[in-house]
Nanobody, 119 residues
Framework: DVQLQASGGGLVQAGGSLRLSCAVS????????MAWFRQTPGKERERVAR???????SYSDSVKGRFAISRDNAKNAVYLQMNNLKPEDTAVYYC?????????????WGQGTQVTVSS
């Protein structure tokens, strides 16, 4: 029974920070690439950050330099540190995972956590 539980969202002012967490259970976490996506109604889903099973990270241009993804394999958790938040960062943020050696797409998704950034 695979579960991904995202948390840490909230309402912040522009320029503030949030740290999102995703607790993972039911899979071999060390073998999975993990990512954070965000979705706003009327806009396409965007992958904002990814971390592979060997700790290689990548970011969308819109968040590069402001967000940082990390993982703690001992805790089966992935994090997204978000700094200098902007109103355009407002979205529902989802964590997702895929097995690095096999999957082409992300098969496992969390329930999402709302991030709202006010001006």
């Amino acid at each position: 029974d695979v579960q991904l539980q995202a948390s840490g969202g909230g309402l912040v002012q522009a320029g503030g920070s949030l740290r999102l967490s995703c607790a993972v259970s039911g899979l071999s976490f060390d073998d999975y690439a993990m990512a954070w996506f965000r979705q706003t109604p009327g806009k396409e889903r965007e992958r904002v950050a990814r971390i592979t099973s060997i700790d290689i990270t990548s970011y969308s241009d819109s968040v590069k330099g402001r967000f940082a993804i990390s993982r703690d394999n001992a805790k089966n958790a992935v994090y997204l540190q978000m700094n200098n938040l902007k109103p355009e960062d407002t979205a529902v943020y989802y964590c997702a995972g895929k097995k690095s050696s096999q999957a082409l797409t992300y098969a496992y998704w969390g329930q999402g956590t709302q991030v709202t950034v006010s001006s």
